[in-house]
């Protein structure tokens, strides 16, 4: 009998962990860590639903670390058997794992030093030493070979994404299954479009975009609009950005307004050592992504590499305009948080958002409007600019080609990963069960059709609801942008002069006298009504 158990993104977009059991033979497919909100991030902790000795093979669709990040975890757990991937996964997964460990390390470090854990001490989840271990296990599967594991045969197939990802295909004596692992968006500026895989009975596919489409901007105007206005005002545009994927691509689209000279030169540094460390792989592994290794050379050399903390404080106390583009791209950690803690206060600045945040990261927060954050045991007020950038997302959505049109999908039935069925696993779903089991022979199947239960959507995260269907059309000129900002400037009027709910208070600036019998020189410093929940001005009232 063949099982198949979902034990980790189910319910949520992250954690993905999936236990085949055939016979005797345990294969898990990913094993990453859970992100976002601390009640998910507390899971990490949590001991396996199974005895890591016991597993065969695991097998990796990509090295993100919401399919990679616990492998340390499992190996400390009793694991020593081989993890199979793919050539450029085999080099990301030491970098990732690595610098995963490293920082985990550093954040107890500070949290013990400053004293703002709860925890006395603070323990990181594992050390870098342990996450260097797992090296030791990796074997690297060119794409399309089959290889036999324990007579299971596997075969990896070009999933998109990132570089290196793939789609998992495994068959056994009870059939033949498809993970498709994250799947890739087919005209990605760097990586090339998803293969289809061999027909299967069954599949499992990612859903993060399954049920709603990309919008239609461009985002190298896009970002050209932020950066132009950043400039203009002298600052410093941050750029939260994941190591692998994202860093490299804004790098590349910065370079192309560069060169085309829609953007004058600035300054641009890459403060992340993995970051540096995986744009290197680009040279290394050509066949896995559409750039020729002259462009990648010469689109690669605009930043200057920061590799060093003092190199990365020193930043701290530059002066703009430049760009900072630096770790993590959810502001759950790395060398951003302390630029940020540095450059937020002043109005003058941006951080550019450019990808998914999860609910209860600080990305979320600063999309929800916060105006302050807590960075490092203390509270940073919000002043600069809060921009996001859509159209880099890695994620395939549901018209694409590599979802929809593979000749697997005909054939087999899909079971949606990241899709909450009875029994699945986590307390986050509500299930007291600790991991779903369904039999290939009676398991109730989802239609293919059905959506996530965590929208991607950054206005509802954290709610089981569907999006509303995205606005579609091109990325506004800058003079557009003007006149739609000048248009907004003067709608700002505070609702408390037709909403009695809106409380309103005097406000008086000290450079006015009160016992004037001469209207002020300045009129936006008279005294006034202010409200008192929306903070807008209504027209001064003149002193007789």
């Known amino acids: 009998m063949t099982t198949l158990s979902f034990l980790g993104a189910a319910g949520t977009v992250t954690g993905s962990r999936h236990l085949l059991t055939t016979g005797s033979r345990r294969i898990l497919v990913d094993c990453g ?69 490293h920082l985990q390390e550093e954040d107890a470090r500070y949290a013990n030093k400053k004293g703002f854990s709860r925890h006395r001490p603070a323990q990181p989840l594992y050390t870098e030493a342990e996450a260097r271990r797992v090296g030791d296990q990796l074997r690297a599967v060119p794409l399309g070979a089959r290889t036999e594991i324990d007579g299971a045969t596997l075969t990896f197939t070009m999933g998109g994404h990132i570089l290196g990802a793939a789609s998992v295909h495994l068959r056994t004596d009870g059939g033949s299954i498809v993970f498709s692992g994250d799947i890739g968006r087919p005209d990605d500026l760097l990586i090339p479009a998803p293969e289809p895989p061999p027909a299967a009975d069954f599949v499992v596919m990612e859903s993060t975009y399954g049920g709603r489409e990309h919008p239609l901007l461009d985002p190298e105007s896009a970002l050209a609009m932020v950066l132009k206005r950043t400039v203009r005002r002298g600052g410093v545009l941050m750029v939260p950005s994941f190591a692998v994927g994202r860093a490299q691509l804004v790098l590349y689209v910065l370079w192309r307004l560069f060169s085309s000279g829609a953007l004058p030169k600035v300054p641009v540094f890459l403060n992340s050592p993995m970051a540096i460390d995986v744009t290197d792989l680009y040279l290394e592994f050509p066949d896995y992504h559409r750039l020729s290794t002259e462009k990648v050379a010469e689109a690669f050399a605009i930043a200057e590499y920061t590799r060093s903390v003092d190199d990365s404080k020193e930043l701290n106390h530059r002066g703009g305009p430049m760009v900072l583009i630096a770790g993590a791209g959810m502001l759950s950690g790395g060398r951003i948080t302390h630029h940020l803690a540095a450059f937020a206060p002043d109005h003058r600045n941006t951080v550019l958002l450019t990808g998914y945040q999860a609910a209860g990261t600080r990305g979320a927060s600063l999309l929800g409007g916060a105006r302050h954050l807590k960075i490092h045991g203390r509270s940073v007020p919000i002043r600069c600019e809060v921009a996001k950038l859509d159209g880099l997302s890695a994620h395939a959505d549901q018209s694409d080609p590599g979802r929809s049109g593979s000749s697997t999908a005909s054939r087999s039935k899909r ?50 609801q569907a999006p509303p269907p995205p606005r579609v059309g091109r990325s506004p000129t800058v003079e557009e942008g003007r006149r739609r900002a000048a248009l907004r400037r003067s709608r700002r009027r505070c609702r ?33 009504t202010r409200c008192a929940r929306c903070w807008a001005a209504r027209a001064p009232t003149w002193l007789t």
């Open 496 to 528: 408390g002069l037709r909403d009695p709910s809106h409380r309103r208070r005097r406000w008086r600036s000290s450079s006015i006298s009160s016992r004037s019998s001469m209207p002020p020189r300045h009129p936006w410093k008279a005294i006034g």
């Open 415 to 464: 079971m949606p990963s990241g899709m909450r069925r009875s029994g699945d696993s986590g307390r986050g779903s509500g299930s007291p069960r600790t991991g779903a089991r369904s039999s290939w022979s009676s398991a109730p199947v989802r239609e293919s059709g059905e959506r996530r239960g965590m929208a991607p959507d950054a206005r509802h995260q954290g709610r089981n």
């Open 33 to 101: 860590m859970f992100q976002g909100l601390k009640a998910l991030r507390l899971r990490n902790r949590d001991p396996f639903p199974f005895d890591p000795a016991s597993l065969d093979a695991v097998v990796l669709t990509h090295a993100h670390l919401d399919h990679s990040g616990l492998l340390p975890v499992l190996v400390k757990g009793g694991y020593t058997g081989p993890i199979y991937c793919t050539e450029p996964t085999e080099r990301l997964v030491r970098i990732l794992l690595a610098d995963s460990g």
